[in-house]
């Protein structure tokens, strides 16, 4: 069998769009575009690419966003002072502080300076917090878009078993909340789990984001599963040059799974399309104009 590819990228130029109509709705109803702050520390070259790539999207998206960079070498002071400072800006509905952290930071104390209702990534405790509890709040964009894709490819989650691969605070912990909200079986895997292939073979839905490249074999996956690989490693091709694969071996595991998601044009460009999707909601919220449910 030759598993079906779920193209995020597509669904994710269909968000945006979405996101694009309702964002022009949202300037003309209060009068200013939605905002979002991008604060980045540091010359880190991967962290400039992303900031970029979300600056480039909000511009697309019809919504302002407004650009903080700050020395490698700045105190936890000045940056706590900064996100206070955009705490109280009324025009800043959304803010984003780019991790990692150089290590004289306290990253969580950052974290935890953000207002929960401008923190558009969804790494606050508060928003931690309402995840687990089933509240309202932000959820981090990137298992926020791997359940987008779930359930546009399989509707109704109810009673599949999935195993997420992963427990990190940024994906493998909502990723599980969200799965468990949508009534699905869910165990939570990792490094230090026994028999590993095991346990995965066992799942309708593998969630893979454990930052191994290729980890996740062929014959570890249940004959028609879908596969979410949340993984983006890039490995040596050989003749110097390099090329990105999943946590996921996609050639083995695409003979096997009924769907999958691939490396790149996946999970990827949903988390960008969902960070815009997450501002818009901030700002409607914090603007106090009302949208229509299920719009965004
Ligand atoms: N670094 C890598 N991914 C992310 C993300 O989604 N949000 C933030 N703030 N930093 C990141």
New binding site residues.
Partial sequence: MSAAIIDGKAFAAGLRGKVASQAASFARAAGRPAGLAVVIVGEDP??HV?VRSKHKAMAEAGMKSFDHRLPADVGQDDLVALVQQLNADPVVDGI?????LPPQIDEQAIIATIDPDKDV?G?HVVNAGRLAVGLHGFV???PLGCLMLLKERLGDLSGLDAVVVGRSN?VGKPMAALLTAENCTVTIAHSRTRDLAAVVRRADIVVAAVGRPEMIRGDWIKPGATVIDVGINRIDAGEGKTRLVGDAAFGEASQVAAAITPVPGGVGPM?IAV?LRNTLVAAHRNAGVGYEKGAL
Wanted: proline fraction near 12%; charged fraction near 5%.
């Fill in positions: 991967a962290s992303y984003l502080v780019q991790l990692p990534d790494f981090p964009c990137t940024i988390t960070l």
